[in-house]
């Protein structure tokens, strides 16, 4: 039976990242999970969604304020498809430059520093509540979403991708699959196109240079608060 805590279902927050982590550690966990994959979650989605963004709009529900978000890069992403369509897609990281900066003598492997997907505190005298919170022998959360789409019908695959970006990654994968699958554009287009990144510390939207003026106009009319940048998000993928 599926018991969540009474704050996340009164508020119908379904990003509540304080109640993810390794299930060996937090039991809970997978019973948020299994919500996400229900038709009442999806409710819970659209239900979220604001019409019109205030400064006074409340995004605890989607940032707790308990941890802080770190930075990363030095992710990379492999797609491969055979002739009779064994697909791989395949996310690997060591979540900063030169990763934890320390080089195994002996396999000349540079090591990770996959302690950076943890999350920590924003105030050192705070204690760490959060399922994703350090531990012995326990894995953090990860923000890679690898894709293998297939057709209903005969299980031909018809999309392999993946990317990196760090947290960015989910919404970039979104993105690319609706570029393909709601707008029919070719696998080329669908990559190049300029990406839109939610942010909510702070409450605001990454824009990638050469996005659509009505697109940033229309955002600008909800009330969202728009920066641009370059891109920060890479994409691989193979369209069938």
């Known amino acids: 039976m599926l018991s969540l805590p009474r704050d996340y279902v009164a508020n119908s927050t379904p990003q509540q990242r304080d109640l993810l982590g390794d299930p060996a550690f937090c039991s809970r ?17 659209r239900e979220a969604i604001r019409l019109v963004i205030t400064d006074i709009t409340p995004l605890t529900p989607y940032n707790p304020p308990v941890t802080w978000p770190i930075t990363s890069s030095g992710t990379t992403h492999v797609v491969v498809t055979d002739k009779d369509g064994m697909s791989i897609s395949l996310t690997t990281t060591i979540n900063h430059l030169f990763g934890s900066k320390i080089l195994d003598p002996t396999s000349g492997v540079l090591l990770n520093n996959q302690m950076n997907d943890f ?74 196109l300029p990406r839109i990144m939610p942010v909510s510390q702070p409450n605001l939207y990454l824009v990638e240079s050469g996005m659509d003026g009505k697109v940033m106009l229309f955002l600008k009319e909800k009330g969202q608060d728009l920066v641009c940048e370059t891109s920060h998000t890479g994409v691989q993928a193979l369209w069938t």
Do not use: W
Not at 29 to 45: I, K, Q, W
């Open 29 to 45: 966990a997978r019973d948020v999970v299994n919500h996400m994959l229900t038709d009442n979650f999806s409710g819970e989605v």
């Open 119 to 192: 999350t920590y505190p924003s105030d050192p005298d705070h204690k760490n509540t959060t399922c994703n919170n350090v531990e012995p022998k326990k894995r953090p959360l990860s923000g890679a979403a690898p894709v293998i789409i297939t057709e209903r019908k005969n299980n031909r695959t018809v999309l392999v991708a993946g990317g990196n970006g760090g947290s960015r990654i989910p919404a970039l994968m979104v993105q690319i699959i609706m570029n393909l699958l709601d707008l029919n554009l070719n696998i080329t287009e669908a990559v190049s």
